[in-house]
């Protein structure tokens, strides 16, 4: 007997494939539509899906040829060109469920044909998809079922490989292996669609984990064939096709019991086997078809059991809702399983894998996916599309772009502060990286205009969404502004300026712009003017040959207009004035050197230090009569003067050259008596 409650484990992949749920949902589209339709064959292998469809009037038929008008459906196994051809010419409705795997395996019929390799189809000779494959080479193919069958061809030049999507993998691996050493060139491809692996890997883990296995499924079905030899290799495994086929008995010494599913086996199935699984404890005798003794015990079950059971149930019910195949459209969560450098593998949960490439991962621009995700990682994902190769095709970049998008929309309404990198120049301003790439118009980047746009990329700066719309087709769909936000700072920066500013201090600036009259000196959000006559204490040609744009500098505040907003600035105030150095350098009696600056009929004015000049009188040039200066020196003769006299107060500095003359004179007669005695 059972140990009832049984302890159920429902395999992590079981039941319908990507490809049949496809097929399943093109059959009921069509079974809303007005008109007849049919399908082409079996819809799949499983007379309950078979008798479902026929109670909404799609028939399934044997040839084109049985009906007169109405609409095919192309199940998922596919069919050959000739009659896709047929159907065209008829003019008959057609909705093609072909499984984008199965339709692979065509081209790549096609493709090695067309290169003349000798085609091999590992598979079941009768199976419609190998028919539908062979159509696609010509029926220039030949199929072998075995590793057999594989050791019986003889050598030829060039073979190309390719196997039914629902065989075992590890027997196309030996076919591929018994053929590898027959063909001088040789092509193989990996066309055993992942569903099937899925269901069988699963199984076989499932397998380790229990007493027995029950497959649910038709015998039709070369998946659900392949799925129940993989458990009966592992454990006790009882085919079943549906829920009627359940015998408590059968269950005897069993105290857990794993369920898996083959790819044609839809959930309601499954669902009711399950169910019936967990009712048979509470299943009344007349309906059982048991023996008196099963009644008895099942009539003695307890009410704890039952709970059991039901948990059981809910646990199996949220396994099998996980187990649909995602849609294109649906956004869900999947774990990333490996990343390469350019593409993320995903396990979506249920029966899928998907594929994230590159350009599907994020609106940055990255070299490689590993710098993003990494194995382990929850993400959600959008579904793009089952890509030609089976695999479904998935976006991250447009789940977080919504997410951005919808937070960015949110900020737009209520006007708040985002941050962004500044990516790149573009005609009219820059783009900005702000979850998604936004426009910013030049206009908007600083308060005013910017002449070199490219010193703002790859800096993160705060702006204010001021346009967005989803559905612009043209332009960027979010424009941001700096401007704003620059004129808010200013102003704060301002009003801190004129709150702590006073006339007589010193303050650092840095100089801004050189203008003809002076140059503007920022002083920390506000700029104050530092006229030409400030800048020195000597007279300068042009502020530029002092100041430098960029430089730093310090100021004194000169003067403040408060209401007019203006600050005058003095550089001169803070450097020694030429006469404090005069006074400080100099004194009565010393011998200088200077330049002749100017010659007047009295004199000549000798410059000893930038700024200051000083007179040496017409009788201070010479120890003899002069009649003109001009005879004795000339404009811009260095010459050596003896300070005569200094007035601070008149500003005024009498020189002689006379005396400096003849102080050097002595010099040399006392430099000669100083070599005599030592001689
Ligand atoms: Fe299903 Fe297509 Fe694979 S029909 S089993 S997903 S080849």
Known sequence: MGCFPLELLIADHAGFCGGVRRAFQMAEEAGQEHGKWYTLGPLVHNEEVIRYFENQGIKPIHQLSEINGGGIIIRSHGVTPEIIREVEEKGYLVKDATCPLVKRVHNLAQMLRGEEYEVIIFGDRNHPEVQGILGWCDYRATVIASVDEARELKQVNKLGIISQTTKSEEEYQSV?????PK???????????????KRQEAAGVLCNEVDMMLVIGDESSSNTRTLARKCIAGVKTLLIRTAKDLKKEDFEGISRLGITAGASTPDWIIKEVVEKMTQ?????????????TNEESFANVEAQETTGNEESFAKM???????ATPNRGDVIKGTVIQVLDDEVMVDVGGKSEGVIPLRELSVKDVNSAK????VGEEIEVLVLKWDDDGTILLSKKKVDSKKVMDQLENDFKEGKVIEGTVAGTVKGGLLVDVGVIAFLPAS??????VKNLDEYVNKTYSFKVIEFNRTKKRGSQIVVSRKELVEAEKSKQRDAFWASIEEGQIVKGKVKRIVDYGAFIDLGGFEGLLHVSEIDHVRIDHPSSVLTEGEEIEVFILALDREKQRVSLSRKKLLKSPWEIVLSKYNEGDIIEGTVVRIAPFGAFVEIEPGVDGLVHISQLADRRVEKPQDVVSVDEKIKVKILSIDPEEK?????LKEANENSEEQEVQEYLDNQEQE
């Open 444 to 449: 908007h980047v600083e308060d005013g205009y």
């Open 371 to 374: 710098e993003l995700v990494s």
């Open 652 to 656: 005024r500095i009498g020189l002689s």
């Open 317 to 323: 019910e949220a396994q099998m809702a996980d187990l």
């Open 183 to 197: 063909a001088q060139e040789l092509r193989a491809f990996h066309t055993i669609c992942p569903a099937s692996r």
């Open 176 to 180: 591929i292996t018994e053929l590898f």
């Open 280 to 292: 048979f404890d509470d299943v009344a005798p007349q309906e059982q078809n048991q023996e008196t």
